[in-house]
């Protein structure tokens, strides 16, 4: 009988520690690692030409705007004119692509 309620207990529980919860993330990615995402999406739409899905990063930065932590990932890619050379892509602190503006390096 105690070897019963041992099994029942244990198979009781055993859900409750096995399941993260599915709310949180797992893996969450690197800012610049998503912004790389987004520009390769971008790509694939026909919003940026082919020659960035080969853009170096050149750097990330940290900023906040409205109160709200951001991170800024440049990319630069020399193949464009020098008016369209460098992309700053903004994530969000949630992880998500606020913007994509390019500027004059």
């Known amino acids: 009988m105690k070897y019963a ?16 919860v599915h709310d949180e993330e797992a893996h ?3 800012p610049a690692e998503v912004a790389r995402q987004h520009v390769v999406r971008m790509v694939t739409q026909s919003k940026l030409a082919p020659s960035w899905s080969k853009a170096k990063v050149e750097g990330t930065a940290q900023r906040t705007a409205n109160g709200a932590r951001q991170t800024v990932v440049t990319f630069t890619n020399p193949s464009e004119p020098v008016a369209r050379r460098t992309l700053h892509v903004v994530i969000g602190a949630d992880g998500k692509v606020v913007s994509a503006n390019p500027s004059a390096s």
């Open 5 to 20: 309620v041992l099994a029942v207990a244990v198979l009781a529980a055993a859900p409750a520690a096995a399941h993260p």
């Open 28 to 30: 969450s990615q690197a």
